[in-house]
């Protein structure tokens, strides 16, 4: 007995020892620059317990048995650093680390930060753009674009050079939420399509979700862009200079506070600017272009200050000011936008723990204007403040996030449309947001619940959204993955989503009235959306990956403005009561889906990268139509955008001495866009009085439409090439020589056709380039 019981103590003495663990955390950083590393491994040598960095590259690893390890970091492209260390029982350890670029590529057993990525999560619909890839792509005018790279993600279409759009699996440009550093950017792309607003030198990542994105992202029903730029650089002055025909462009950054190898502390800038001179080239070096030329103009500005603590807390301060001007486009009308904004994000990493603590500040604003050769000018602004919080808590390989978002909108829009129709809109909205999602990690299965709620203060809505991912790893090579959830918004597009051109791009909010829909009203005021997405992954190799994917968005609610309005509907119009609800109401509800499937090869092993997508697609709506006799009725036909196949190639290949030079080509076909035929033309006369001569009034061509979209335009393809050398100057310096032809073998690829003259619009024809850009 007296042997059981010292036995007993002994056990109960000893596995307190057994239970005892602790945690390592910190940063990982470019030894050059003091950028963090992001997505690379951090482990502990010869165990199972190790993490990738985040976006911050920040890492953290928990629930280790004490003892000594070895922690070691590898990446692809940088050299393999391992420091020794001594975890503690129940404390965090904090060590961060630096990084150097490789002078000898890493062999191939070493798993790519991107491959350990998606085996850690679940990132269904999520194409991660870094710098290097954009970099791949040729350059339009000898300055490569992210504009350009967005246009190959599969489950993209983009409707054209000129004016042209992203519709993302079926939604709308209104549908797609874009962010930069955390703040909204209400129209990411110029009015010549082929730029967007952001400088690709500046940004670190991009994260493009083209559905069934989890619960900290809300207010959009079809996608989020989310661009996060790097911070200047901590530890010496930089500069990029770059001249092409289109436009020029300075870079510049640098340490006010230093960061040293032994003090991670630091103050740096970073200062963007870019202009434009596309209507100038247009008249003066490509006279072939169009006798209307291209009246393009924009200029683009940012600027961010960065803070970093030694312990890894960092505080951005950030702003950006936007604009565009396009000057009688195709003779018909003047436009011009501006965009701006600023903020604060800060993050914390509270000492002792494996808590992560991000909260922001921000407000943007964006206005636009438009005057044609009607005399009816259209207005529209939007302001936007919002704040933000979340903490995340890493539990071993699982994590746990929840956060708040307040936002208070202001949006004004004002217009008259050629039946003397006015609408004008002055709207002030909030939204209260908390969400939470629980990662959860078992065995090769990883499950990924969310849940968010909304209240929509102004419209007396509260809405739940629940979202879920999935992964689960067949095999070391093959993954099965899957998410869905609900989503909502209460933007609305100032222009129909049936309009082929229209640059004017505005907003409004979901108005307090009631809405109807076939003369009945609708329960709710807000646009509404459902995914379902699945697919697989497949590692062919290290180098070579597989990735498809089968989706379903239903939109069961989508809200715009009605064109066929002409009547106003209030207390000083009792006379238009008799007239249909259609031909009364500003605003027109509608519903729809979009299914499909995309599929995405990656190669990229030694000099050589290929980027193949292949989408196929089909989106629809239904909505209500009213004949020349006021019979409404009701219709279902594809969208203006329903490209039925999608074929993307990119191709990049590095050679000669020093791999100093780069040949790129990308190769893009498109099934023709449907659109709606014209049936033939009437003048209509309005009849101001009952004395008016039909015989002698001037009255207004009008066309008559036949069935909506139901003709194709023929389909669409394009090559772009380009040629790249660089001329080392210095240990910092370099001259690169961009050499490229956009549409090299001049097809005559269809924009639209003017209904009233017959006439063919086309995209832009062949444009040989040339570009140099000096960094120092």
């Not at 100038?280 to 960065?306: C, M, V």
């Not at 002409?566 to 027109?588: G, S, T």
């Not at 100093?660 to 006369?685: A, D, H, K």
């Given at each position: 007995m007296k042997k059981t019981l010292i036995l007993i103590s002994l056990i109960f003495s000893i596995a307190p020892l057994f239970s005892q663990k602790g945690s390592i955390r910190g940063f990982v950083y470019e030894k050059k620059n003091g950028e963090p590393v992001m997505f690379t491994n951090v482990y502990l040598q010869g165990t199972n317990f190790g993490a990738s960095t985040d976006i911050n590259g920040y890492y953290s690893i928990t629930r280790i048995p004490v003892g000594k390890y070895t922690l070691m970091v590898t990446s692809i492209g940088y050299d393999t650093t391992q420091v020794n260390i001594t975890v503690e029982a129940n404390k965090t350890l904090e060590n961060n680390l630096t990084l150097s670029e490789a002078s000898v590529q890493l062999d191939e057993f070493i798993i790519s930060a991107e491959r350990q990525e998606m085996k850690s999560q679940v990132y269904t619909s999520l194409v991660k753009i870094s710098p290097k890839q954009v970099n791949m792509i040729p350059s339009i005018g000898g300055e490569r674009d992210i504009a350009q790279f967005l246009q190959v993600v599969p489950g993209v279409v983009f409707t054209g050079d000129q004016g042209g759009q992203l519709y993302i699996r079926g939604g709308a440009p209104i549908h797609n939420k874009v962010l930069l550093d955390g703040m909204v950017v209400y129209n990411p792309f110029h009015s010549i399509g082929i730029f967007s607003v952001f400088d690709t030198d500046i940004i670190r990542n991009t994260d493009v979700y083209t559905g069934g994105f989890n619960a900290e992202y809300g207010g959009r029903i079809s996608s989020i862009m989310d661009f996060t730029t790097k911070d200047g650089n901590r530890k010496d002055f930089n500069g990029k200079v770059s001249v092409n025909p289109f436009a020029s462009k300075i870079l510049l950054e640098g340490p006010i506070v230093k960061m040293?190898?032994?003090?991670?502390?630091?103050?740096?800038?970073?200062?963007?600017?870019?202009?434009?001179?596309?209507?100038?080239?247009?008249?003066?070096?490509?006279?072939?272009?169009?006798?209307?030329?291209?009246?393009?103009?924009?200029?683009?500005?940012?600027?961010?200050?960065?803070?970093?603590?030694?312990?890894?807390?960092?505080?951005?301060?950030?702003?950006?000011?936007?604009?565009?001007?396009?000057?009688?486009?195709?003779?018909?009308?003047?436009?011009?936008?501006?965009?701006?904004?600023?903020?604060?994000?800060?993050?914390?990493?509270?000492?002792?723990?494996?808590?992560?603590?991000?909260?922001?500040?921000?407000?943007?604003?964006?206005?636009?204007?438009?005057?044609?050769?009607?005399?009816?000018?259209?207005?529209?602004?939007?302001?936007?403040?919002?704040?933000?919080?979340?903490?995340?808590?890493?539990?071993?390989?699982?994590?746990?996030?929840?956060?708040?978002?307040?936002?208070n909108v202001q949006t004004k829009y004002s217009h008259t449309s050629r039946f003397n129709y006015e609408l004008v809109m002055d709207q002030r909205t909030s939204e209260i947001a908390a969400y939470a999602k629980y990662k959860l990690v078992w065995g090769n299965l990883i499950f990924d619940p969310g849940i968010r709620f909304t209240n929509y203060t102004s419209l007396s809505?509260?809405?739940?959204?629940?979202?879920?991912?999935?992964?689960?790893?067949?095999?070391?090579?093959?993954?099965?993955?899957?998410?869905?959830?609900?989503?909502?918004?209460?933007?609305?597009?100032?222009?129909?989503?049936?309009d082929v051109v229209n640059l004017f791009s505005g907003f409004l909010s979901a108005p307090e009235n009631e809405l109807f829909y076939q003369d009945k009203p609708i329960k709710s005021n807000l646009q509404k959306s459902k995914h379902i997405v699945a697919g697989f992954e497949f590692d062919f190799t290290n180098y070579f990956t597989a990735n498809v994917e089968a989706y379903y968005k239903g939109f069961d609610q989508l809200?715009?403005?009605?064109?066929?309005?002409?009547?106003?509907?209030?207390?000083?119009?009792?006379?238009?009561?008799?007239?249909?609800?259609?031909?009364?109401?500003?605003?027109?509800?509608?519903?729809?889906?979009?299914?499909?499937?995309?599929?995405?090869?990656?190669?990229?092993?030694?000099?050589?990268?290929?980027?193949?997508?292949?989408?196929?697609?089909?989106?629809?709506?239904t909505a209500e139509f009213i004949d020349l006799e006021f019979e409404q009725y009701e219709q279902t036909f594809p969208t203006h955008f329903d490209r039925r196949h999608t074929i993307n190639l990119v191709a990049s290949y590095?050679?000669?001495?020093?791999?100093?030079?780069?040949?790129?080509?990308?190769?893009?076909?498109?099934?023709?866009?449907?659109?709606?035929?014209?049936?033939?033309?009437?003048?209509?006369?309005?009849?101001?009085?009952i004395y008016e001569d039909y015989t002698t009034s001037q009255g207004y061509l009008q066309v008559l439409y036949g069935e909506t979209n139901s003709k194709r335009l023929p389909t669409y393809h394009r090559f772009d090439i380009n040629l790249k050398h660089t001329i080392h100057l210095g240990n910092k310096s370099e001259l690169v020589f961009d050499v490229g032809a956009t549409n090299a073998y001049n097809r005559d690829n269809v924009f639209y056709v003017h209904r009233i003259r017959n006439k063919t619009v086309n995209q832009l024809p062949i444009m040989p380039s040339i570009g140099m850009s000096i960094t120092f």
């Open positions: 040293t190898d032994d003090n991670y502390s630091s103050i740096s800038y970073l200062l963007s600017a870019k202009k434009s001179y596309i209507d100038w080239a247009s008249q003066n070096l490509y006279k072939h272009l169009d006798t209307l030329r291209l009246p393009f103009e924009f200029t683009d500005i940012y600027g961010k200050l960065s803070i970093n603590g030694r312990s890894g807390n960092k505080l951005n301060l950030f702003g950006f000011s936007f604009n565009d001007n396009v000057t009688n486009y195709q003779g018909l009308a003047d436009y011009n936008w501006n965009a701006g904004g600023g903020g604060a994000s800060l993050i914390l990493v509270p000492s002792g723990t494996s808590t992560m603590i991000n909260m922001g500040v921000n407000y943007s604003f964006y206005s636009i204007g438009m005057s044609g050769l009607d005399d009816l000018p259209r207005s529209s602004s939007i302001g936007n403040l919002g704040f933000n919080f979340s903490l995340q808590y890493f539990l071993g390989e699982s994590e746990f996030k929840y956060g708040v978002e307040l936002l809505e509260n809405v739940l959204e629940p979202r879920a991912g999935l992964k689960w790893s067949i095999t070391e090579t093959l993954r099965f993955k899957a998410s869905g959830g609900l989503y909502s918004q209460n933007l609305i597009a100032a222009n129909s989503d049936r809200i715009g403005i009605n064109r066929l309005a002409r009547y106003p509907n209030d207390l000083q119009h009792v006379d238009n009561v008799l007239y249909p609800n259609l031909l009364k109401n500003a605003l027109i509800v509608e519903d729809g889906n979009a299914y499909g499937l995309d599929f995405l090869f990656k190669y990229n092993k030694d000099q050589v990268y290929l980027w193949f997508v292949y989408s196929m697609g089909f989106v629809n709506r590095t050679f000669g001495k020093g791999l100093l030079w780069e040949v790129s080509g990308r190769w893009n076909f498109g099934s023709g866009f449907p659109f709606t035929p014209n049936q033939g033309f009437y003048e209509s006369i309005t009849f101001p009085n």
